[in-house]
């Protein structure tokens, strides 16, 4: 029986991975996901203050932006920008968002040091892997803890990304994850009023992993129990130790969980979408606002605390970001806007009285037998004023593996998002050949993409 830590193992592991197909192709998928929200966001008003912290400039881009930046400034506003709507990429099972945070970790990385596409590619893939994995150690037991997973595993899994991007020996990449733990952080508490730390969490899960493996580059001498240790992330933010570590390492790097990662349809929390789903379908069938007299929703116990309670709060979200965390307001604009689109998620259009209304008749029962994590339902049953009832059910997202999106699709999204942002068509569609490109390029070079 090997002595190895998990640390150990997933580092060697990492090392030796090489991307298949099916797994570069998400990696595409990802880059260009992840470049068109930056340039969708590029005008708010949390990526302004996010860029105001910047200090000096270096050769690593934030998306959107002119001039140059440090590499960990970089990661932190690309990170910032990219889940900023909540419009990204996530993983069933977990759930996490992998391209926040490993994109701009290692695209920050690969500008700083030159490093050819290939290694990105590696470094990207085992990133994302690490992170998904990471989730289904002990589902649910971080967000039920008050910790948002993408922050607490996107510090070590971009470590391991930056770390084999830039070719670390097996000690180096061990003290990363090591030092990484120390880094991992990030509260829910943005539940409460629709704050904006949720959109910092990826932002600053980049540029801490991207950080401490740089630390280890140079000898920093991180614990080698980090993951399973007495007093180890799972302690900390899990409160337990007792975890499938056979979620994390068995296959790692041959057998690839993360060619299945997701790319959202609509610009809000993922558990919400299956049910702005059936809330389109119902408008299809002709269900109108003024029709309906109560809706009520099957959903998973384990969604209650963060996207339906306190149901009060849900059915009345106090501002657009809020409001991507109701599944109130997703079937309310499902219903009457046809969709849940950035266009959905703007205070003016929360504060409208008749979304508000339809908004305060949501309500929901719990489902026992509802698989969640291993599956995203949604359910719709809307009773109407002649007491006529409509019902929709969806078993599984749409964008994830049971129904995913085409690659037409997400190229088509990251096009729509660079127009939403301001872009021009033709430098929208220079994005999106890049993203099939870069990691056959011989150094990755995002400087195209500055504002």
Same mark, same amino acid.
């Given at each position: ?63 959107? %932006? ?151 580059? %140079? ?85 209650? %605390? ?8 849900k059915q009345a979200p ?71 009832v409509m019902e929709e ?43 099939a490109r870069a990691f ?12």
């Open positions: 029986m090997s002595d190895a830590t998990i640390a150990e193992t997933l580092a060697s592991a990492a090392l030796a991975a090489r991307p298949d197909a099916a797994v570069r192709e998400t990696c595409e998928r990802l880059l260009m996901d992840v470049a068109g929200l930056c340039v969708a966001a590029r005008g708010t008003d949390y990526v302004g203050a996010t860029l105001a912290t910047a200090e000096g400039s270096g050769p690593c881009t934030a998306i959107g %932006h002119a001039g140059g930046f440090g590499a960990a400034d970089a990661a932190l506003v690309n990170g910032t920008a990219a889940h900023g709507e909540d419009y990204d990429d996530t993983f069933e099972g977990g759930p996490v968002h992998s391209g926040a945070v490993i994109v701009p970790a290692v695209l920050a990385a690969a500008e700083r040091f030159g490093i050819a596409g290939a290694e990105a590619l590696q470094g990207i893939a085992v990133g994302a892997e690490a992170i998904c994995r990471l989730s289904t150690v002990v589902p649910k037991a971080v967000h039920k803890a008050g910790f948002h997973p993408t922050c607490v595993f996107g510090a070590p899994a971009a470590a391991l990304a930056v770390a084999v991007a830039l070719k670390f020996s097996p000690r180096q990449v061990v003290d990363a994850l090591g030092v990484a733990g120390s880094m991992s952080s990030g509260i829910i508490e943005y539940l409460t009023d629709g704050a904006w730390t949720k959109r910092l969490h990826p932002g600053w899960a980049a540029q801490a992993g991207l950080r401490a493996a740089l630390l280890a580059r %140079h000898g920093f001498f991180g614990p080698r129990s980090m993951f399973e240790g007495p007093h180890g992330l799972f302690h900390g933010f899990a409160r337990t130790r007792d975890g499938d570590w056979a979620a994390l390492l068995d296959g790692f790097g041959r057998h690839w969980v993360a060619a299945t990662i997701a790319f959202k349809p609509w610009a809000n929390g993922t558990m919400v979408q299956p049910y702005v789903d059936c809330a389109v379908r119902l408008a299809a069938r002709g269900v109108r606002a003024e029709h309906v007299a109560e809706i009520a929703c099957e959903t998973a116990e384990g969604i209650l %605390h963060r996207l339906w309670e306190p149901l009060a709060a106090p501002n657009a970001y809020a409001a991507k965390f109701s599944v109130p307001y997703g079937v309310a604009a499902g219903l009457m806007l046809g969709g849940a689109g950035l266009d959905a998620f703007t205070d003016a259009r929360v504060a409208e009285p008749v979304l508000r209304a339809l908004c305060a008749k949501v309500g929901y029962v719990v489902d026992p037998a509802n698989p969640y994590p291993r599956a995203y339902t949604g359910h719709v049953r809307v009773v109407l004023r002649d007491g006529s059910r969806q078993a599984n997202l749409r964008g994830g593996a049971a129904d995913p999106l085409s690659r037409a699709e997400v190229e088509a999204k990251c096009l729509g998002n660079c127009r939403y942002g301001g872009w021009e068509s033709a430098r929208a569609e220079a994005l999106v050949a890049y993203a056959d390029a011989p150094r990755v070079d995002a400087v195209a993409w500055r504002g």
